[in-house]
């Protein structure tokens, strides 16, 4: 099993900049990608950036040029830097993390930090 704990959610004004981490823990052979994800009410959990273990990275288009995905592979940690933040950018974000375990690759979720922007 694998555990995501993320931190750095909050309250920002409209412009400013946040930075959320998810470290992942738990019994795993290897975490093959992690990412955030971000879901309003009543939408679907939609991708905003996403780094694989080799370093590789895929970002939303609505984000890009203003968030940056980074990660510390050895404290099996990720980052989002948010700059430029809008009210439209105002959710929930949860960190996933794809991970080589026993039973094989397995998707896992964090509990979620909220994101609001004010203008």
């Known amino acids: 099993q694998v555990q995501l704990v993320e931190s750095g959610g909050g309250l920002v004004q409209a412009g400013g900049s946040l930075r959320l981490s998810c470290a992942a823990s738990g019994t795993f052979f290897s975490i093959t990608s992690m990412g955030w994800y971000r879901q309003a009410p009543g939408k679907q959990r939609e991708l905003v950036a996403a780094?694989?273990?080799?370093?590789?990275?895929n970002y939303a288009e609505p984000v890009k040029g203003r968030f940056t995905i980074s990660r510390d592979a050895a404290k099996n940690t990720v980052y989002l830097q948010m700059n430029s933040l809008k009210p439209e950018d105002t959710t929930v974000y949860y960190c996933n993390a794809k991970a080589s375990v026993r039973s094989g690759l397995r998707n896992y979720w964090g509990q979620g930090t909220q994101v609001t922007v004010s203008s």
């Open positions: 780094i694989t273990s080799g370093g590789s990275t």
